[in-house]
């Protein structure tokens, strides 16, 4: 899979690295000079390539090859420019999958399709699920969001005295909607 991730600070080099190490195609964009200095060399020497460019501009994007990408993940530590990126790789590019982080919980509601997003992921919210879940065994925990909202990524754990416990899934009745992931 060919990924472009705009954004080479700790989150899009790390996501860089993890994915590459699983063997998929990846390209690093960074408007910074000196991280790009710091970090393209070691990170190129792990199999990320680099590329040095504002991702927010459309002949960057072009020359990166976001037309040719699988996947393109905005992960900078500015909201506003990971929504200027999304746009950009879904209607300008066409983008098949576009993925935003959220850095400011308050902007969230802004990272749907309306902007290009198929995916936005906020960290605060995905510790605020963790924590809930770890308080509260038995419930049902959401996630992450997907479709602007009209699908959700959840996590069950049942209870000890569950009557879907020692149940196989296929034993189990989930609405028809309901995709079981494991």
């Known amino acids: 899979m060919k990924v472009i991730i705009a954004g080479g600070g700790s989150v899009g080099r790390y996501t860089a690295e993890e994915l590459v190490a699983a063997g998929h195609d990846v390209l690093l964009i960074e408007n910074d000079r000196a991280v790009f200095r710091d970090y393209g060399k070691a990170e190129e020497a792990k199999g990320v390539r680099w590329y040095l460019g504002d991702a927010c501009d459309v002949e960057v994007l072009r020359a990166a090859g976001v037309t040719e990408a699988d996947v393109v993940a905005a992960v900078t530590g500015d909201d506003e420019d990971n929504l200027v990126v999304s746009l950009l790789a879904k209607q300008e590019f066409g983008a098949p999958r ?85």
């Open 98 to 182: 576009v993925i935003a982080r959220v850095n400011n919980p308050k902007n969230h509601w802004m990272f749907n399709e309306m902007w290009g997003i198929d995916v936005a992921v906020s960290t605060p919210h995905l510790i605020t699920s963790l924590v809930q879940e770890a308080v509260s065994v038995g419930n049902f925990v959401k996630l992450m969001d997907f479709a602007g909202g009209k699908a959700e990524l959840a996590e069950v754990t049942l209870a000890d005295n569950s009557p879907a416990c020692d149940k196989t899934l296929k034993d189990l009745k989930f609405p028809r909607s309901a995709t079981v992931v494991a």
